[in-house]
């Protein structure tokens, strides 16, 4: 019997594990998402460097919404790691450096485990970095000539994403070039993030998600607005919690 992939959860930056939706916090929508009573909760710490702080963050978001069994993977994972990653009812992939964390995920196996716990049925979030890895394609500057190099990630959303580099996106066009005509851009602003539905719409958080293509030689953009929203009620820029 297959199991239904769950919503993939994209944010640019640690906003939403804190934002209050009409007093209520937004992470049950997540929270919502995920059938086990007592969920298991692994927080994948490698494009951070497995900095405590950050996990404490999530461990503080995730009890807020009544998840309390809550660990931290780090870098290079004990078998208990390993074992309790494999039982997780939700994962979060920290932010950070994109080629840090990946190359970590291709050396201690994470890379697939991550795929195989999205087709058994747990919840993906990615913060930033993280947000980026679940898309087609990575990103660095090489330290020599100063180009954006581009690398395949693990694909779970089609598109390539960036995030917080708004208003221009100056960073996700050189990529896309990279990438090829047929990859669209993602470009999430700082507050905000997306969800992606089983049938792979896109859903807006907070602010309208930038989408780019190249059409004719030229990359061009478009907004998508959340739901019920017409672009009037933007959070300006600046905005901070």
Not at 101 to 125: C, D, P, S, T
Request: hydrophobic share 40%; charged share 30%.
């Amino acid at each position: 019997m297959s199991i239904p992939v769950k919503p993939i959860f994209l944010f640019a930056d640690s906003q939403l594990l804190f934002w209050r939706d009409e007093d209520r916090p937004w992470l049950e929508r997540v929270r919502r998402e995920v059938d086990a009573a007592r969920p298991k909760a692994a927080y994948v710490g490698a494009s951070n460097g497995d900095q405590p702080e950050f996990f404490e963050l999530f461990r503080g978001a995730m009890e807020s919404v009544g998840v309390t069994d809550c660990r931290m993977i780090p870098t290079e994972p004990s078998e208990e790691d390993v074992e309790y990653f494999g039982r997780a009812d939700l994962v979060m992939l920290a932010g950070g450096e994109v080629r840090r964390g990946w190359r970590a995920f291709k050396k201690n196996g994470l890379r697939q485990k991550v795929i195989e716990r999205y087709y058994a049925g747990a919840v993906l979030m990615g913060v930033s970095a993280g947000a980026v890895q679940l898309g087609l394609y990575g990103f660095h500057q090489d330290e020599e000539s100063g180009k954006l190099k581009v690398f395949e990630t693990f694909k779970l959303v089609p598109a390539l994403i960036d995030v917080h580099d708004e208003p221009d996106w100056a960073r996700l066009q050189r990529c896309l070039i990279r990438a090829g005509e047929d990859v669209r851009g993602l470009g999430i602003p700082s507050g905000a993030g997306a969800v992606l539905h089983q049938d792979l719409t896109l859903e807006p958080v907070r602010r309208s998600l930038v989408e780019l293509a190249q059409e004719e030689g030229e990359v061009k953009q478009s907004l998508i607005f959340p739901p019920g929203e017409d672009g009037g009620d933007e959070i300006p820029p600046d905005a901070t919690e």
